[in-house]
């Protein structure tokens, strides 16, 4: 049987993501805001890698203060991306400009959350 909390933070996130991909931050302070009880960035990382629903679009570059530079994984629905990127391989990174015009990258993504 399936953890319920999981459950609900995988509806939770399949709808908030039904709009745009979205970074792990953003689902993070989506679900702890929405959600009595929250979760962590680690349950969070394991629930958006292993849900065959969703999957990694891209990375944003992050700077901090102390830790340098990081990069931040995008979440889309398979949903989405079908609808959005009809051509669409797993592992190539889609790009969203400005303006919301969206475009698939040419080089493949790799590990990280």
């Not at 953003?26 to 969070?44: A, K, P, V």
């Not at 931040?72 to 889609?94: D, F, K, L, Q, Y």
Request: charged residues 25%; positive net charge.
């Amino acid at each position: 049987m399936k953890n319920m909390k999981t459950t609900r933070i995988r509806e939770k996130i399949k709808k908030f993501l039904g709009d745009r991909p979205r970074n792990t931050a953003e689902i993070l302070e989506h679900i702890n805001s929405t959600m009595r009880h929250g979760t962590t960035s680690q349950q969070l990382g394991n629930v958006l890698s292993k849900d065959k629903d969703i999957v990694k679009v891209g990375y944003i570059k992050r700077s901090g203060i102390l830790s340098g530079g990081y990069d931040i994984c995008e979440w889309a629905t398979r949903t989405w991306v079908s609808s959005n990127c009809p051509g669409w391989e797993e592992g190539t990174p889609i790009i969203i400009d400005q303006e919301g015009n969206v475009t698939t990258g040419a080089s493949k993504l790799n590990g990280g959350f």
